[in-house]
């Protein structure tokens, strides 16, 4: 190549090129040598896809945008595109939760720079980030790394200069501690410092109380999450794992230890001056204002409820430090009162008390003179917190006093419905106090608030939570409990003494108004009515109040109507707890009133009530007799009521029409027959109380009860008599006659004969075992007493030969029919009867009495004035044949 | 001495006035029988096993009369009879029998120290009467249940501690008042105040708590009151005796057991297909046999390796209030050691004051102060004994003036030990004699032989 080709091609430069004129705007045609580039091919085959395709498998944002495009683009520096990576990194792996599973951490490490982001809509973005899908998705595994990577940088947008992020750093971190509450103590002080640093920054606040609402909200969640301060919610938790819990497993007790406290306690300190001054700030500020604004409101509650925490964590965190079991440690430590962050919550205690109560300066109006209310109310609380654990004097001064009276007796808001339900709800807050405080006022005080506080309780709904709170100041005035109240318990102040008494008389009347309806509050009264029981032997007045609360708590249990029919009260319908609370009291009372006992026997009788209250309320009845608190005349008619009108009423008709009832009726009435016996035999001497119980006995079974009851007499009186019999004659005879129908009517109950071959065997069986049941009773009355045995067969041949009819109100219709009937009926009790070996014994020794029922039986085949059809006579050879050879045998 | 050789029995005493009954736990042989004895429940101890203290309520007569007598193996009729301030039912007693304890009807918890019959404190501790009685193991707290439902723990330093009692807000250590009703049964585990304690209740319920926590660790339902509860030594199996005639056996280990048919952790029931109730349980020694009393007057002894009775025993006819096991030493019924017993029964008698009806104002300072005495003459382990040191003073004292009961003893023992070594010297002396003696005769013949023939 080179030169040669060159030089020729200039050679003949005039002959190969034709020279063209080249104009503007014309094309050039083309070269004759040029080279076609053209490519024509059918297909297009390359080895490798395209940028596009190459994705398909991978996880896509909805804008197609992988998880590794999406990080790099949260440091983009447009913040629209910012905004948009973040919740693409939502949609994501809200698509794809393995990734996030996997990528955890590179994820958060990346957007954790966007915590201090300049843009708030990407903070924004951020923060649904964390809370929807990050956090919830991330729970489970252990998250120590995690938490650490975050929480760097969280304090570091804490302290940023710019006010809006610093705000959302908070929020970012309440977050966080929502999602791991144990990452919370950790860092509680640098946080709590943080908090300290904005407040202290009130001038920007007070331009702008939004903002100011928005940090305080934050700080109201971070400190009520401090230890001790939510400790009730730790106990309730802990009762209910109690269940399952192995006895002496470890426990690894680290969480608890509080290390790093003292610093705690001193940030807080300082908190709690910032609050103080950030809460005079707000006062003086709306003392200016004509019109209160909703923020100011806001944000005054908000302050008071800081305030309110901090001193509860201060106060709690004393008295809670102190636990467990101290036998070895000198008791004299114990007394000292030791309360950490003293000086300051005195100091805070004084200043409070000064400003107490805040006065609106303007011409108040109704709306005003609720907010002011609201607020004094929370400088009570806060108040009589800080005075319980430090100072107990401190408040006792004429001017909180009256506040404390006129807040109870509603003098200062409640003219309309919305106030009333204010008032309702801010002196809840106050009642926990009010035992506490009672105790330590001047007597006149004492009486003027304990008027007040009865107003109020008499004055709530039954089931509103000023009741409830009402009911649990009560407990704590009444109740010598743990808890250190004893004074009140064996207080001898007469007026003292008449408002417990009054607002004992009130408890029944409200269980009574509340009904079935709202069993949680109906348990908190009826708790604290056992409680009172418990105690009440330790002040003579309190004991006979308890006692006298028996006449009206008669109207719970039941209450009598026109015409001895009984209307059952709430407590048949109330839940199980509850009842089983209900009955324990009444184990206290030291004498048992018989209305009570008659109310509550109706109760038993009622159908609709568990078997289980039942036996209850049996078994505490019967150790309240032993123990002496029921008259024995009383305990006894109570049994007796129950064994001859106790009835289940059966469900199901196909049963009832079938006379088989089902298996579990039977066992309910055996079980309160059986336990009802023995609680008659547990009472003294057997002989002594069939002595005492025989003739009502007899004469209830002559009442024609029905056949469940007739069984339940039958068994006492089979239980408390002996071999021979004890029963006076004249009970025998009474006796002989009821025997006699209650054989009949339990006759039906005979199986049939063995012709019947298509007969179920296990349903034979069931028939057989109710059967026995029915008749054992009897069979022990005839062992022990052939007299009875006799004067029954007497009985019996008489029936037969129609001397005597039985029933004569609804048995004369049809007389041959049903007198066949009863010869069938007898004829199958006496075979039954020669069934039992004993009883055959004492059959044989009855010859006279069987030849008198055969020889009825012939006589009456031999008259012919019943004109009785084939099939009646044909029975009636039937049963004397069977009866012939039966006795012959 | 013979006190090696002992023989566990079974000593039960019923509500009704039947006695105290003995009975042999291997063969079932009735012993002896102590007359007339009506305890309540948890109203009969035995003191180290040498004598027997109950608490006697009579509802017949007058209610303000409560007696507490003391027996001895050796005499039918109780010896001493103290009159207490109101009925005492519930009684308790350290190991080495030095106080005893008792639970008033009113509340009230009475400790009196049993070498001089003096009534040491006296307190309020619940608002209705005292049920039952329970010490820990290392005998440091007692814990108490009454009919008020509440279950108390009282440390015994902190009853004698009088200016930490004054500055404390509360005299026990823990209050549960969990239980609805009265409280019937109390038994507590190993490992002093950090065991477990088992309450039983008429409410239908056991509840387990923790000493060292003081909180409610379970609570296991029953079908039925329940009206004693046992603990197995190894404490992860305890017996419950119910009211509806069945001993529930619940297990204590175990996560989560599985629902029987009685209920949770309820993992079976030991029943006699009887409906009388259940009043009281025991374990044996061994921790095999439970010896459960019951209602109809019986005691039923059952192998609960096997789960069978192996033993039936007639009380009484009222039902079984109490019942214990404890060992008796044998030689007290070999007719050879009858004299020296009798004398003992009468040294005890002398020993054992009637116990005081009231508290009684000291004006020295240091008379509660317990003194660790040496070791007791009589006593088999060789424990160290506390007495106050107002009973050691006056055992001194009587010491000196050799007149007294207490000093005679000692120098009986003395005397008696004496005796053994001079009787054993005497033999020594007898054989020197006697080999002396034939010595010599020996000597005499052969000298006479000798003699003779020469």
Redesign the interface.
Known sequence: MGKPPTSKKQQKRGVDFKKFKRKIGRKLPPAKNATNTNIQSKAIILPEQSVASERLGLALSKKGLTLKELLQQTSHHNAKVRKDAVVGIGDLTIKYPNELKVHRLAIIEKLRERISDEDKAVREALYLLLKTVIFPGSLEDASGPFISLIMAYIFNAMTHLVIDIRLMAFKFFDLVVQHYPSSFLSSAEKVLQNYGDILRKNHIFLEDKGKLKNALGGLVRCLSLLPFVNKEIGSAS??CN???????AFESEAPKKNTGFSSLVTTLEDLLQILYNCFQELTSSVHVMSQIDVKSIDCMSCVLKCIDLAVKFFILGNSSSE???E?LV???S??AEFVLGKFTIQMLLKKLLQIFPLDPIHQPSQKDDEIYYVWNVGIAEILMRISEAVDPLAILGGRFLLFIENALSAQICCSTRSSRSIWENNSVLLLPFIPRLVLRVQSDWKFRLLQAFTNTFKGCKPNSALNVACVNAIEDMLLP??R?I?LFADTSESEILDFQISWIQELPHLLVQLGDGHPSSSKVILHLL??LG?????NPSLSSGYDNLQKSLTEFYSTPQAEGAMHNGPFVKLPRDCQ??AV??L??FSSLDPLLLRSLASCCLCNTLEPFVLF?II??LD?SHK?GHIQIADYISFCVTLLTRFTITPENSECAANNKKNASHYRTVKAVT?VVC?CLSHIGDDATILQMLQRIMVSELSLNPPLDNKRAILRLLVLLDSKPTILPEQSICNLANSLLQYLLDAASYIPEDDDDVDYDESNDKDQMRICQYYFVPCFFLFDRSGRLLSLVLNLMGSLIAGAKPLDPSHQCNEPAFDRANRISAITSILIFMRGDMKLRRALSSCKAEMTYILQNLLSLQASNELNMNLEERHRLQLSYDQLKSATNR | MEFSKTMEVVMASSKLDAGISCFDIETGAEQLRLKSCASPPHGLISLSERFFVSSQVRESSSSSSGSILHWFWTKAVADVKSFPAEPISPLVSNSDGTYIIGGGCSGNIYLWEVASGRLLKKWNAHYRGVTCFVLSDDESLLISGAEDGCVRVWSLLMIFDDIGRTAATHLYEHNFSEHTLKVTDIVTGHGGCNAIIISSSEDRTCKVWSLSKGKLLRTIDFPSAINAVALDPCEHIFYAGGKDGKIYVVSLTGENTSASKYGMHIVGALSDNSNNAVTCLAFSKSGVLLVSGWEDGRIRIWDTKSKQIVRMLQHSKGQVSNVIVVHRPLNSTSQTSMATQSSASKRNASLLPPLDKYVTSTDDNDDFKTVTASQHPLSRVTDALYCSSDVMKSQIKELQQEGSTAASQLELDRLRVECKRSLQMAEQWKRMHGDLHQYCADELVDCGRNGGDK
């Open positions: 802990d009762n109690n269940a399952s819990g192995a006895l002496h636990t467990g079991f036998v000198p008791s004299m114990k007394g409990s743990n250190d004893t056992l409680r418990q105690c009440a032997p330790i089983e609370l324990s009291s184990y206290y209850r078994e505490v150790s123990a059986d023995s």
